[in-house]
């Protein structure tokens, strides 16, 4: 036994659930060539351009990466109309909300954040020893109401992941800068748009003004990431928008070599591969019509989504139709844990894998008896 103290907010930590690698759930099953519809992950692979640009970089990873992002940085802040020294780039999104923690909340600190919803934000303020406060999801949607109303000196972060996962609720624009507008300038609001690609139009919250138009009110922070539309989960990369200051005090908690070489080729070209980035959206599209149309004539009830996966209602126990499910090779995910006892969650996958899926869900429901 090693003798270091180890501080309690450390010890109270609970594990991330370590998932098994796809190869090890097949062998445990007796199963072969299954489809994992369980991580919101690009159905579609990545942009093959991307994949080209991985490869021709690949004789230079004696170098280390540039610090700077500059390429990366330069690509974001044209596509999204912001300067350069707007965007901080990470290891994923998941790096950001680490230095926005880092930089902003000390022991003792508040965070507000709901619950179910993205399970980076309570931990990494957790490892910080700072203090979560989580409110529940009213209706499947964040209550913002709830929120506003805990807002002490002691605040200093409110994450909302708009949209929700794993609920695909949006928030409804004019609530949500009505919201904003009664938070205090002590505040910064993170809105994190992972899923922002896959939103109506209508429903897509205009970042730039919240960021640069914030006199009298909280901060706002925008987080994207290529690891949904842009199909690069794998290679870990995200970014963030904010003002220039907020991006400032990130900078000086990030370490100088967080996104490597590949993720930043990788990037830049999907950015600029827009014939895969539509084939993504329309391919979602469809397919979530789809399966919403199947499964409803199942006798299910599938909730309505603004993202790339969405929940189902199975009328039944969802662990154990989730194991039923894994016999027959199709991942998803059950909602129990997060006290929907009969809803499961489903990425929408390619034609084939829809197919797949259905006729799982299908087989399944009706072997257990969840409907007739
Ligand atoms: C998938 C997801 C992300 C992306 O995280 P990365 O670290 O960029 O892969 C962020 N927020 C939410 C809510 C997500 O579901």
């Known amino acids: 036994m090693v003798k ?14 370590p998932g098994k690698p796809i190869e090890e759930l097949e062998r445990e099953y ?14 579609w692979g990545s942009s093959p351009k991307a994949i080209q640009a991985i490869s021709d970089a690949l004789t230079n990873l004696h170098r280390y990466p540039d610090g700077s992002n500059y390429y990366l940085v330069q690509a ?21 909300i680490e230095f926005l923690v880092k930089a902003y909340v000390e022991s003792g600190d508040e965070v507000l954040t709901s619950h179910p919803s993205f399970l980076m934000y309570q931990k990494v303020v957790q490892v910080r020893g700072g203090v979560n406060i989580v409110f529940p999801l009213k209706g499947m949607h964040h209550d913002l109401d709830a929120i506003l109303e805990a807002v ?15 609920t695909a609720t949006a928030i409804n624009p004019g609530e949500l800068y009505t919201f904003l507008s009664k938070v205090p300038e002590t505040v910064i609001v993170v809105l994190d748009e992972a899923y922002r690609d896959f939103m109506d139009f209508e429903m897509q919250v205009d970042v730039y003004s919240l960021i640069h138009n914030s006199k009298g009110r909280c901060g706002v922070v925008a987080l994207r990431t290529f690891s949904k539309a842009y199909g690069l989960a794998g290679i870990r990369v995200g970014y963030g928008l904010m003002t220039a200051e907020v991006a400032g005090y990130l900078h000086r908690v990030r370490q100088p070599f967080n996104v490597n ?11 600029n591969d827009t014939e895969f980035y539509q ?3 329309d391919g979602t599209k469809a397919g979530m019509e789809w399966l919403q149309k199947k499964v409803d004539k ?5 909730y309505p989504s603004q993202t790339n ?3 189902i209602d199975v009328k039944g126990d969802a662990t154990t139709l989730y194991e039923a499910m894994l016999h027959t090779g199709v991942i998803i995910r059950s909602m129990k844990a997060y006290g929907y006892t009969n809803v499961i969650r489903v990425t929408v996958g390619t034609t084939e894998e829809n197919y797949r899926f259905y006729h799982s869900l299908k087989n399944c429901l009706l072997e257990l008896g969840y409907v007739s």
């Open 4 to 17: 270091v103290q180890v501080p309690e907010h450390i010890k109270s930590i609970v594990p991330y659930p």
């Open 30 to 43: 007796g199963v072969k060539g299954s489809i994992k519809l369980a991580s919101n992950e690009n159905a």
């Open 76 to 96: 974001i802040a044209e596509k999204e109309g912001f300067s350069p020294d707007e965007v901080v780039v990470g290891n994923g999104s998941d790096d950001i």
């Open 152 to 166: 002490t000196d002691r605040t200093r972060l409110i994450f909302l992941d708009n949209p929700n996962n794993p």
């Open 261 to 271: 070489q590949l993720a930043q080729v990788a990037a830049v070209a999907a950015l």
């Open 279 to 281: 084939k993504t959206l």
């Open 298 to 302: 199942l006798g299910c009830t599938c």
């Open 309 to 311: 996966f969405f929940l």
